[in-house]
């Protein structure tokens, strides 16, 4: 039997919610069961009171905001104890068509992806901006090539994930999941595919950032943290081979003049250049420290894993003793 849990993390969402529970399929070819799981994350409008009152099959509840980021963390946690085979994540606000769940969960369950994010088209948005839309291209690229993973639309929030990739993935961001996912994803090596899927009109602006530049600066930031994190070796290489190709040159400059009998007074570059050189090496020597303890990040993730496959077959007995 194939279960797909549908989870809606939400933050006041009440006004909106009945319409997404309304839309999500209850029936799609290759799935037996689907269920809905509403994350309450801190809101003060009667979410989750709404979301059992439309016929949300699981409402969790936190006494206070955590982010969007912890609550798809948190449904993803609660989706595999409900022993689900698919997730779908979706958002509260109605921004993505329900009836598209149809589409975003076939590759996982033809077996051709792990992770399946859904893309908006963001070029034919009659809301979104030229600025916006040039910026959602350019950003898409570069997430693509930090995770090698090809995505047109990267921080689409409408996703699908297998069992397996669901077990797999781990969010320490407090900002948003998105793009952290992503770089696991390319760095675990699991199949990532992108369909195309409809939006519904705008109802409200985002509650995740106040302003494009902010948005921008977390998502940069969030990025080169994440980056830094599952290919520290190479972050360090790189910084340490610039530093010292940028040292060398005042270096060869001071060496040239030495040899021309003209040394004194260019003192300054031989210090410059090895001030930089050295710090170079100490980039790579951190780079080398943060491999190994790469490593032990790696162990503890595996196992995480092990403790959630544990929970789950914990949840089966249970349930079917």
């Known amino acids: 039997m194939v279960k797909l849990v549908v989870q809606i993390p939400c933050h006041n969402e009440a006004e909106t919610l009945p319409e997404v529970l309304a839309a999500i399929p209850r029936q799609i070819e290759g799935v037996d069961l689907i269920e809905t799981l509403v994350i309450d994350d801190g809101s003060t409008d009667g979410t989750a009171e709404v979301a ?3 016929g949300a099959d699981h409402v969790v509840t936190s006494r206070k905001n955590r982010g969007l980021a912890r609550s798809f963390r948190l449904g993803l946690d609660t989706a595999l104890q409900l022993d689900a085979d698919v997730i779908v994540n979706t958002d509260g606000d109605n921004q ?3 009836a598209d ?5 076939r590759p996982i369950l033809e ?3 792990d992770v399946v994010v859904g893309d908006r088209q963001t070029a034919s948005i009659e809301s979104f901006s030229v600025l916006k ?9 570069v997430v693509s090539r ?8 990267a921080v689409s929030g409408f996703r699908a994930y297998s069992r397996e990739a669901a077990l797999d993935t781990n969010v320490v961001s407090s900002f948003s999941y998105t793009i952290e996912t992503l770089i696991q994803a390319g760095r675990k090596h699991h199949k990532v595919v992108s ?11 985002s509650r995740l950032f106040r302003s494009i530049p902010q948005f921008m600066t977390r998502s940069v930031g969030t990025l080169l943290r994440i980056y830094n994190m599952y290919q520290p070796l190479k972050v ?3 910084l340490g081979g610039l530093l010292i190709l940028v040292g060398a040159a005042p270096i060869v400059r001071f060496l040239v003049y030495y040899l021309m009998g003209q040394g004194d007074g260019k003192l300054q570059s031989l210090l410059l250049g090895s001030v930089l050189v050295i710090l170079g090496a100490v980039a790579l020597m951190f780079g080398l420290l943060a491999d190994l303890m790469n490593f032990n990040r790696q162990l503890a993730e595996m196992t995480l894993e092990r403790l959630r496959r544990l929970e789950s077959d914990l949840g089966k007995r249970r349930d079917h003793p």
């Open 52 to 54: 059992r009152a439309h």
């Open 133 to 141: 839309r040039f910026l959602q291209r350019w950003g898409s690229s």
């Open 96 to 98: 993505y068509v329900g």
């Open 101 to 105: 769940i149809a589409a975003l969960v």
């Open 236 to 238: 360090y290489l790189y």
């Open 111 to 113: 077996g051709q992806a």
């Open 195 to 205: 369909v195309p899927v409809r939006v519904n009109p705008v109802t409200r602006p």
């Open 146 to 153: 930090f995770s090698e993973v090809e995505i047109p639309d």
